[in-house]
C-alpha cells in the first residue's frame, strides 16, 4: 500500500527566505506525487505534480520538488517565500485508480 | 485545469436533519469523483470513490446509510448527510477525474455544522 511521511507539522520561515517542506513516500510501484496547497476553508490547488518523467518538477507560484527515488522523497522547495504563500501544504500519492493518499499535511507560516 | 463546483461553500443545519452537498464538474466528464472529510487542521481522509452509474465504494470504518453518494451524471455527484449530529460537523470536500487522467481537481470544500 502507498502512504505519505510529511516530516514536519509546522514550518516557520521569514519572508525572502527559502522554503522547504519535507515529504517522504512508500510505494510499492512507481508512484505519481502531487502537492497541493490549502488556503483557509479552501478547496485544494494544485501546486505541481511528478508522473514518471523530468524528477525535477517545477510548479505554479515559484514552487519546485525533487522526486529522489534512491530517498524516497519528493520535497517542496521555494527560493524566496512571500506572505501570500501561508498555507497548509499535503504531499499526495497515488494508490492506483486515481485515488489520492495525503500526507498529514505541513502548515507554513511566512513571518515579515 | 479543470473547473470542479461544490455547493454549498458552508451550512448549518439542525441535529437530526439531513444536508446535501453538490459535486459539479464544469468543464469535463468526471467518471470518478471522490468524497473526503477533513477535521480541523488534520488532513484529508478518504470517505468513498464513486463512478458514474455504480454505487460507491466506501472506505472502511465510513457509514454507508449515513453518508449517502450519489454518482447519476458524469457531470454530477452528491453527497447527503443524513440524520446529522454535532460530530458529523467537518470540512467535507470533492474531487474529481475523468478516465485515464491521474490528475484530481478538487471543490471549494463545505463546512457542514450541525448544531
Known amino acids: 500500500a502507498q502512504s505519505v511521511t510529511q516530516l514536519d507539522s509546522h514550518v516557520s520561515v521569514s519572508e525572502g527566505t527559502p522554503v522547504l517542506l519535507r515529504c517522504n513516500y512508500s510505494?510499492?510501484?512507481?508512484?505519481?506525487l502531487f502537492w497541493y496547497v490549502q488556503h483557509p476553508n479552501k478547496g485544494l490547488q494544485l501546486l505541481l505534480k511528478?508522473?514518471?518523467?523530468?524528477?525535477l518538477v517545477k510548479g505554479i507560484n515559484g514552487f519546485e520538488a525533487e522526486f529522489k527515488k534512491s530517498e524516497t522523497s519528493f520535497h517542496l522547495t521555494k527560493p524566496s517565500a512571500h506572505m501570500s504563500d501561508a498555507a497548509e501544504y499535503f504531499c499526495?500519492?497515488?494508490?492506483?485508480?486515481?485515488?489520492?493518499?495525503f500526507g498529514q499535511g505541513t502548515r507554513l507560516t511566512i513571518n515579515p | 485545469g479543470a473547473v470542479v463546483s461544490q455547493h454549498p461553500s458552508w451550512v448549518i443545519c439542525k441535529s437530526g436533519t439531513s444536508v446535501k452537498i453538490e459535486c459539479r464538474s464544469l468543464d469535463f466528464q468526471a467518471t470518478t469523483m471522490f468524497w473526503y472529510r477533513q477535521f480541523p487542521k488534520q488532513s484529508l481522509m478518504l470517505m468513498a470513490t464513486s463512478n458514474e452509474g455504480s454505487k460507491a465504494t466506501y472506505e472502511q470504518g465510513v457509514e454507508k446509510d449515513k453518508f449517502l453518494i450519489n454518482h447519476a451524471s458524469l457531470t454530477l455527484s452528491t453527497l447527503t448527510v443524513t440524520s446529522a449530529h454535532p460530530e458529523d460537523s467537518s470540512f467535507y470536500i470533492c474531487?474529481?477525474?475523468?478516465?485515464?487522467?491521474?490528475?484530481?481537481?478538487f471543490g471549494q470544500g463545505t463546512r457542514l455544522t450541525v448544531v
Open positions: 510505494s510499492s510501484y512507481s508512484p505519481s
Open positions: 511528478y508522473t514518471s518523467a523530468a524528477t
Open positions: 474531487s474529481a477525474s475523468s478516465s485515464g487522467n491521474t490528475e484530481a481537481f
Open positions: 499526495v500519492v497515488t494508490q492506483g485508480a486515481q485515488k489520492l493518499v
